[in-house]
């Protein structure tokens, strides 16, 4: 692949991934239903199918299709659910066809087969290209959210719940309300979380635009580098680094009602808590996270919230290397 960098290889993988998803024998009349719309070029009605196949609520598709295309979000959801009613498909897409595949994956492999994944996936890249800065540092750090190892050997499914985005947010960018932007480039959807254990809001990035988000999760990592260099003999990051790792892990989970308590721990280090977590923040080196209550089910006990404190994951994939290479140069 190195000797021939002059083939688009992604556009070669995609290629051998629809011929397989062909074999598959997506039922006509959801294929005609899908290249239909894509013929049409109704990116809309298609961006409201994913959202469906992907089980987002029924009123938070309303609310993603209202930050997306304003007063036309009803008009497109009636007609799209119109449009499946019409092939013979419940519009919450339940059921499963004769093979028994649930009709929600029929949807998202008909969407990859006609390309429309593509074009949805090429709109939101030019709809970033044109957004402001701190919008484009908002997108860059969901992809620490989403993408915490860029060579995985299994692709989870890109969901957070905003309270530690929107925090770490604020203190990198003195703003919280950057999530709905990213609705409306089409990165994330918004939706409510249900099981008998937990009721909260998520987002959740569309499977579409995960190659943007692997991208941009690199993007940062000449200015982590920098950081980690300017760093090495900080005593503050030393301290920081010793707080985090307190329990013996790579991160440190306090709940709300603990978090002063457990600022007091923080010693060793020149500037106060808070002033030295916005300066980590704003190095791309440090995020907060978040771990909603549990209520109890069965035999599981209930949880209480959580804040995490953590190294973002472009910190982390640079911190050992960076301190191995200092060690030998030490020596």
Known sequence: MKEKSDINWTEVARNAFRS????AQIPS????????LCEAEEWDKLLCLYM?????KADYILKNLALIYGEEASKTLHETEAKLREVGLDPSLSGTTEDGKSISAVIKDAL???????????QCRVKLEKASWEV???AWLMSQYFIKDTMPSYEYRMSLVPDGFERTLEIMLG?????????KLGLVFKNLYWSKAYLHEEYIGAEYARPIFEELSTQKDFAVIASLYELERSQDFRAFLSWLGKEGGESRMITPYEEEKCKLEFTGATKPFDELLK?????????VDFLPARSRVGKRQSRPPYWIFRLTPSAKRHLVPHLLKMLAERQ
């Open 20 to 23: 397989h998803l062909d074999r």
């Open 29 to 36: 009349n959801v294929e005609n239903l899908v290249r239909g």
């Open 52 to 56: 469906k196949a992907e089980w987002v």
């Open 112 to 122: 990859l087969t006609t390309g429309a994944y593509d074009k949805l996936e090429g």
């Open 136 to 138: 484009k540092e908002a």
């Open 175 to 183: 703003r919280t309300d950057l999530l709905e932007e990213l609705v």
């Open 279 to 287: 300066d980590l923040v704003k190095r791309y080196l440090v995020m």
